[in-house]
């Protein structure tokens, strides 16, 4: 005859016990049972048919004795996410609490014991001679009334970031652009010089159809630059300034509204804040010049990073074909991303397109053209190496002087030397570009995980095309606010240090321009002091970036809060 059959519907003696528990423990029953596929009804359905639901809705794994067990959910590790677990489990009354990582827990506790359940997740019994009110707040913690007839109505921890932090950041935003447009027309140094004298420039020739930058000429900048410089000119000549002021605001309030999100996200609310005292600080130049533009594209980037991985570098790569700088991010997101194939083909793709378009326009060799210009650039007041020769400038140097280039419209300075660091700076500023990437590649391999690995590696690179650059304009400060708000988002506390660095090299890159930009010209000693200070700030937050990507294999400091990202996903 054989064995017979063993009975697996196990359903009624676990329902039995599990009210059981109910009764003896006098509080709402536990979320884990170890009945036999106990539907969230508390009825049994057969191995054919759907997957039975434990009482938190959770699917139950099929054991091969006839077992269901809750299938623990995958761990949500974005900022907030404990928040929103919390919430979760307090606007649902028959369920009891969770305990760390999401976890169910029931405690046998004597009758009449109720449970408090503490904000961080840990939970404690509360014996029944306490003295503590029914449906009483407690702190932080709320006692259910098991009385009522509708749950204890429980404010989340997310809701609790809602809609007033958010508008008043809005206020916010306003607020500083108007008082940044303001500046521009206002303060001295003629902050808008590029804007209505070189920009304008461009424009009106291409309207007038003597020559397009770019197309007929060689240009300064990459091909896609040209398209907000002559959008600019939508409202007519006497407008473009403001035009152009309006564009860079628009992109700014679209950055600004992908940050903020849902206006829940404590750390969006941190970083949005961040990135309004950094304007604030950086002054005029933070809208007046073509980088405000990259700097916007780049910031929606690095939020797409985290979950649109392909869009982002799209988003990128146009970015870089309107000024270079952006290529950094890109490099980056192919050191540290397991989607290397993405990154490639969306880099490729959407620079073919580019390059397509302009070579149908007739372009010919001059889409390429930004990169010789580039090259033969002198050494500016401004940049890092400058400040060897502006030393010697404020010391009265024979043989060293300040001087204004009227084909590149910039001021750069030339003495003893100069002519060999002019020649040295571009390859040195490639190697050095390749030494950061080296570095990343071998954390990488070591295995560092994405979401600790790409912020600080983007600092770095963006820091080295900076401080390694003979160009120091200073709307190139702008470039850092996105990788700043990128640590921010994803580790949290851990960026407290570097981003409180970059505000103050903000404050005095405004010091320098527009203000006193007069005391640099003629290079006075106190100037040219601000401006090492600036300049060795910069170079410690490199080392910083640096150290963080060498350490980036080492477990999660407590204080980092971070996010886990696409880049890390098999």
């Known amino acids: 005859m054989g064995r017979p059959r063993r009975n697996r519907s196990r359903g009624h003696g676990a329902a039995q016990g599990f009210h059981h528990l109910r009764r003896i423990a006098g509080r709402r029953p536990p979320l884990r049972h170890r009945g036999a596929g106990l539907a969230g009804d508390g009825r049994f359905r057969g191995r054919s048919g759907r997957h039975p639901r434990s009482p938190d809705g959770h699917a139950l794994r099929r054991h091969r004795h006839g077992r269901g067990r809750p299938r623990r959910p995958r761990r949500d ?180 509204a992908f940050l903020l999100g849902r206006g829940r996200n404590r750390a969006a609310l941190l970083a949005a804040g961040w990135w309004l005292a950094f304007l604030v600080l950086l002054g005029p130049i933070a809208l007046a010049r073509i980088d405000a533009v990259t700097a916007a594209m780049a910031l929606v980037a690095v939020i797409w990073v985290r979950s649109r991985p392909f869009a982002a570098t799209v988003l990128l790569t146009v970015a870089t074909w309107v000024k270079v700088w952006p290529i950094a991010l890109v490099a980056a997101l192919f050191v540290a991303s397991r989607r290397r194939w993405q990154v490639t083909l969306a880099l490729a793709g959407t620079s073919a397109a580019i390059i397509a378009v302009a070579l149908g326009l007739g ?45 590149i419209l910039t001021y ?50 963006v820091l080295t095309l900076i401080l390694a650059n003979k160009v120091g304009s200073p709307q190139f400060v702008g470039w850092i606010a996105a990788p700043v708000i990128l640590g921010l988002l994803v580790r949290g506390r851990g960026w407290r240090m570097p981003a409180v660095l970059v505000l103050a090299i903000a404050a005095l890159t405004q010091l320098v321009y527009p203000y006193l930009y007069q005391w640099l010209l003629v290079a006075d000693p106190f100037m040219v002091l601000v401006l090492t200070l600036r300049n060795l700030l910069e170079v410690v937050l490199l080392g910083w970036a640096l150290r963080q990507v060498w350490r980036s294999t080492v477990e999660s400091d407590p204080s980092a809060t971070p996010a886990r990202l696409p880049m890390t996903a098999p």
């Open 363 to 407: 372009s010919g060799p001059n889409v390429f053209s930004f990169v010789t210009e580039q090259t033969n650039r002198g050494i500016q007041i401004e940049s890092p190496v400058g400040g060897i020769w502006m030393w010697q400038a404020a010391l009265r140097v024979p043989g060293t002087v300040v001087y204004y280039d009227r084909q």
């Open 77 to 256: 590790r974005r900022p907030g996410a404990c928040a929103r677990r919390r919430a979760s489990v307090e606007r649902r009354p028959d369920h009891g609490p969770r305990r760390g990582r999401g976890r169910p827990r029931h405690d046998r506790g004597p009758p009449g014991a109720d449970l408090r359940w503490a904000a961080r997740g840990r939970a404690r019994l509360i014996g029944p001679g306490e003295p503590i009110g029914v449906g009483a707040d407690v702190g932080k913690l709320r006692v259910p009334d098991p009385t009522a007839s509708k749950p204890t109505p429980v404010p989340t921890p997310a809701a609790g970031l809602g809609a007033a932090p958010r508008a008043t950041l809005w206020a916010g935003f306003v607020l500083v652009h108007v008082v940044l447009v303001l500046l521009c027309f206002l303060a001295p140094g003629w902050p808008l010089g590029d804007v209505q004298k070189v920009y304008f420039g461009w424009a009106r020739d291409a309207v007038a159809g003597t020559s397009v930058v770019g197309i007929d000429t060689g240009f300064v900048y990459p091909i896609l630059a040209f398209v907000p410089i002559l959008a600019s000119l939508a409202f007519g000549p006497a407008f473009y300034a403001a035009t152009w002021l309006g564009i860079v605001t628009l992109l700014n309030g679209i950055a600004f």
């Open 412 to 461: 750069q300075v030339i003495g003893t030397g100069t002519n060999v660091a002019i020649a040295l700076m571009t390859p040195l500023l490639v190697l050095a570009v390749a030494a950061v990437l080296l570095l990343g590649w071998q954390a990488r391999r070591r295995g560092a995980a994405g979401d600790r690995l790409y912020p600080p590696l983007v600092l770095a690179l």
